[in-house]
């Protein structure tokens, strides 16, 4: 069955630090790839995906991922964090249809 | 893009009583799911709600317990049956326009089964 894993349940930095969360997912074939974020009080919300091409992908407030797939993940990047980017952080994956996969996500706070 | 509106927004209710979740979209969607989301954990998928036919389920999760409806393309209903504690969770509905596109959420309902 297909699986979405992501490294770090909780990750806390400082403003302006950088940010990489990993992500790696199950399935051999053709995948979409998906971060959504969730801040406090909000519903979940895209921030940035992948379905073919340029395998580095720009989002929403200075975020980015790479889809490597040879190695079966979709980091998400952000070089300089703030305060406001406190929230949490799910990568899930699509293998055709509608139906999403998703991580167990990845808390980050952000010191200010 | 989609606005969805989850009712309730949170509710405390008896162990062995159901509550129902109601889902409203601002326009018509193809797909409608519900997912689980219980503390600490990530989002599971309950059931994938088809309009006019029966839901259809994901392992471990059953109608008699998780009753849906979807009466049209706007709106959907999940009811949770008999429940107990261990249902005390975040429920959430979601929509996706097409195949292979983003999926679209709902703010959630958090219930607590006392």
């Known amino acids: 069955a297909q699986s979405v894993s992501q490294h770090n349940h909780h990750v806390i930095l400082s403003e302006a630090a950088s940010l990489e969360l990993g992500c790696n997912y199950s399935?051999?074939?053709?995948?979409?790839l998906f971060w959504y974020v969730q801040y406090p009080g909000q519903h979940l919300q895209l921030l940035l995906k992948y379905f073919s091409g340029d395998p580095l992908v720009k989002g929403i407030k200075g975020f980015e991922a790479e889809f490597i797939k040879s190695k079966f993940s979709f980091n998400l990047r952000k070089p300089s964090v703030q305060w406001s980017d406190t929230a949490e952080y799910f990568c899930?994956?699509?293998?055709?249809?509608?139906?999403?996969?998703f991580g167990a996500g990845t808390r980050l706070f952000v010191k200010a | 893009s989609a606005v969805i509106s989850q009712k309730p927004s949170r509710d405390i209710c008896q162990r062995g009583t159901s509550l129902t979740i109601q889902c409203q979209v601002d326009s018509q969607v193809t797909m409608m799911f519900w997912y689980r989301q219980q503390p600490g954990q990530s989002l599971t998928l309950i059931a994938t709600a088809n309009q006019g036919s029966e839901a259809t389920y994901e392992s471990g999760f059953v109608i008699d317990k998780f009753p849906i409806s979807r009466p049209n393309l706007t709106f959907s209903t999940l009811t949770v049956s008999n429940m107990s504690p261990e249902d005390s969770s975040i429920y959430l509905c979601?929509?996706?326009?097409?195949?292979?596109?983003?999926?679209?959420f709902g703010q959630g309902t958090r219930l607590t089964v006392v």
């Open positions: 899930a994956v699509s293998t055709g249809g509608f139906k999403t996969i």
């Open positions: 979601s929509v996706a326009h097409r195949e292979n596109t983003e999926a679209f």
């Open positions: 399935y051999g074939g053709t995948v979409n």
